[in-house]
Nanobody, 118 residues
């Protein structure tokens, strides 16, 4: 069982930055990867970024490449998403997901709202 606590969301003006965090607890030793997803208003959930639990193998959606950076703090058992040059189209509920594909399980965070005003 894994518990996820997200933080860092909020309201920011266009061009600003936010740093999301997702702290994991429980059986974190079994986690192989972590991903961020987002769901904009009136749209379906979409992939944002992913990272291997060791810190390698990062992947990004084309829409956020060059602006967002995913990283992991192993000492704090936390994954971060640094978001720069935010635009109104980045407005969404952001969710982290961790899991073990081989073992067949995953867990979702509660979500944190990011709102970018023009």
């Amino acid at each position: 069982q894994v518990q996820l606590v997200e933080s860092g969301g909020g309201l920011v003006q266009a061009g600003g930055s936010l740093r999301l965090s997702c702290a994991a607890s429980g059986r974190t030793f079994s986690i192989t990867a972590m991903s961020w997803f987002r769901q904009p208003p009136e749209k379906e959930r979409e992939f944002v970024a992913s990272i291997g639990w060791s810190g390698g193998n990062t992947n990004y959606a084309d829409s956020v490449k060059g602006r967002f950076t995913i990283s992991r703090d192993d000492a704090e058992n936390t994954v971060h998403l640094q978001m720069n040059s935010l635009q109104p189209e980045d407005t969404a509920m952001y969710y982290c997901n961790v899991g073990n594909v081989k073992a067949g399980w995953n867990y979702w965070g509660q979500g944190t709202q990011v709102t970018v005003s023009s």
